[in-house]
């Protein structure tokens, strides 16, 4: 088992940055790429961004591409995601998770492990 938890959510007004982490911890020996969702009231659960275990790849969806980016440590086991020029629409709770492979990496079916999400308020 893998457990994951998320911080560095928050109230920010658009244009702002926010950081979030994701720490792993437990059965973390095996290698995962990585990835982050959101999920807006009303909406499904949505893709945002995935890295490979190496971190020598990232996946952004489009409409956060040049705002948003991934990075890992894994010495530190910890996955962050650097959120700028935030928008009303990125509000969200914000999840982490771990893949089973490099397929399916924009899928929620791809992933084996979440955290239990985080919120993010963007306000005007």
Same mark, same amino acid.
């Given at each position: 088992?893998?457990?994951?938890?998320?911080?560095?959510?928050?109230?920010?007004?658009?244009?702002?940055?926010?950081?979030?982490?994701?720490?792993?911890?437990?059965?973390?020996?095996?290698?995962?790429?990585?990835?982050?969702?959101?999920?807006?009231?009303?909406?499904?659960?949505?893709?945002?961004?995935?890295?490979?275990?190496?971190? %020598?790849?990232?996946? +952004? /969806?489009?409409?956060?591409? &040049?705002?948003?980016?991934?990075?890992?440590?894994?010495?530190?086991?910890?996955?962050?995601?650097?959120?700028?020029?935030?928008?009303?629409?990125?509000?969200?709770?914000?999840?982490?998770?771990?893949?089973?492979?490099?397929?399916?990496?924009? %899928?929620?079916?791809? +992933? /084996?492990?979440?955290?239990? &999400?985080?919120?993010?308020?963007?306000?005007?």
């Amino acid at each position: 088992q893998v457990q994951l938890v998320e911080s560095g959510g928050g109230l920010v007004q658009t244009g702002g940055s926010l950081r979030l982490s994701c720490a792993a911890s437990g059965r973390t020996s095996s290698t995962y790429p990585m990835g982050w969702f959101r999920q807006a009231p009303g909406k499904e659960r949505e893709f945002v961004t995935a890295i490979s275990w190496t971190g %020598d790849n990232e996946y +952004y /969806e489009d409409s956060v591409k &040049g705002r948003f980016t991934i990075s890992r440590d894994n010495a530190k086991k910890t996955v962050y995601l650097q959120m700028n020029s935030l928008k009303l629409e990125d509000t969200a709770v914000y999840y982490c998770a771990a893949a089973r492979s490099h397929a399916l990496l924009r %899928d929620p079916r791809g +992933y /084996e492990y979440w955290g239990q &999400g985080i919120q993010v308020t963007v306000s005007s």
